[in-house]
Structures are given as structure tokens and as C-alpha cells.
């Protein structure tokens, strides 16, 4: 599992909001909380680790963008996200500017 955890904290990676558009469109991206770790979410899927995932969506931490959100994100071209592909999915967690 620590090689696991390993190969998705290298996977890490940023991408502007227009680069997630398709994914969007699939019905692929998951929004995670800024009060989570992104790769702890990623193992958590990856392991179908079920009772944590579960959790984290009936208390909200995870969960499908809405369409405020999407529509409030079409109009900040600057707007940036943590991402992490655990396939099919893509985690999301939004960068906050300072």
C-alpha cells in the first residue's frame, strides 16, 4: 500500500479549470474537500476502500460538481486545481488563491 501511496502522491499534478471541461462532460470529476488529502482520497478509491468513501460523501467532503460550481468556474479563466486521475475518476480539489 506504501508503494501505492508513493506512485499517487507523484502523480499529483495541477491543471487549469478548461483542461477538466471534458472530464466534467464524462461525469468523471470528483471535487474533494479542502479538509482532505487528496492522495488519501486516491488510495481510498483505488483500495475500494467502501466504509471511508462512503463517509467522506454523506458528509459532503466528496462529491460531483454542481452546476453553480461548474458555472462559476467557466467564468475564472486563472482558476486552478490539484488534481489526481484514479481511473475511471478525476480528483479534484480546488486551489484557493491567496
Excluded at 8 to 36: G, S, Y
Amino acid at each position: 500500500m506504501s508503494d501505492l501511496r508513493a506512485e499517487l502522491t507523484e502523480n499529483v499534478d495541477q491543471a487549469e479549470w478548461q483542461w477538466l471541461i471534458p472530464h466534467v462532460q464524462r461525469d468523471a470529476v470528483i471535487l474533494v474537500a479542502l479538509e482532505l488529502n487528496l492522495v488519501d482520497v486516491g488510495v481510498a478509491i483505488a483500495n475500494d476502500n467502501t466504509p471511508s468513501v462512503q463517509q467522506w460523501i454523506d458528509e459532503q467532503l466528496i462529491a460531483k460538481p454542481s452546476t453553480a460550481q461548474v458555472g462559476e468556474w467557466n467564468t475564472d479563466v486563472t482558476k486552478r486545481f490539484n488534481t489526481l486521475i484514479i481511473q475511471p475518476y478525476v480528483l479534484v480539489q480546488e486551489i484557493i488563491a491567496a
